[in-house]
């Protein structure tokens, strides 16, 4: 069974940065996908970022591209999602989720995801 852990999300002043990890592990195939997803309050889940593992395909929704950016370290089973310029209004929590696929993220089939992690972008 597949098994997700996050970390790196915190508290940033709005224009700062970070850097979100997802560790993977349990995938019995490198048919997979990993992505990103986050959740504000009183908000529908919205997609963010998808990596497939099989060769390295990367998405980004249309409201994050060119801001957001996701990338792996095979070596280390981990996907990354680096947010620079962060505003206000992606203060959320950050999921990732394996599934697939990475093709179309609006309709990314989520089958395991991790806890989450907070991230706060406020001055």
């Known amino acids: 069974q597949a098994q997700l852990v996050e970390s790196g999300g915190g508290l940033v002043p709005p224009g700062g940065s970070l850097t979100l990890s997802c560790v993977a592990s349990g995938f019995t195939s490198d048919y997979y996908a990993i992505a990103w997803f986050r959740q504000a309050p009183g908000k529908e889940r919205e997609p963010v970022s998808c990596l497939s593992n099989f060769d390295g395909f990367t998405t980004v929704a249309d409201s994050m591209k060119g801001r957001f950016s996701i990338s792996r370290d095979k070596a280390k089973n981990t996907v990354y999602l680096q947010m620079p310029s962060l505003k206000p209004e992606d203060t959320a929590v950050y999921h990732c989720?394996?599934?697939?696929?990475?093709?179309?993220?609006?309709?990314?089939?989520?089958?395991?995801w991790g806890q989450g992690v907070q991230v706060n972008v406020s001055s």
């Open positions: 989720a394996s599934g697939g696929p990475c093709s179309n993220i609006l309709t990314f089939r989520y089958e395991s």
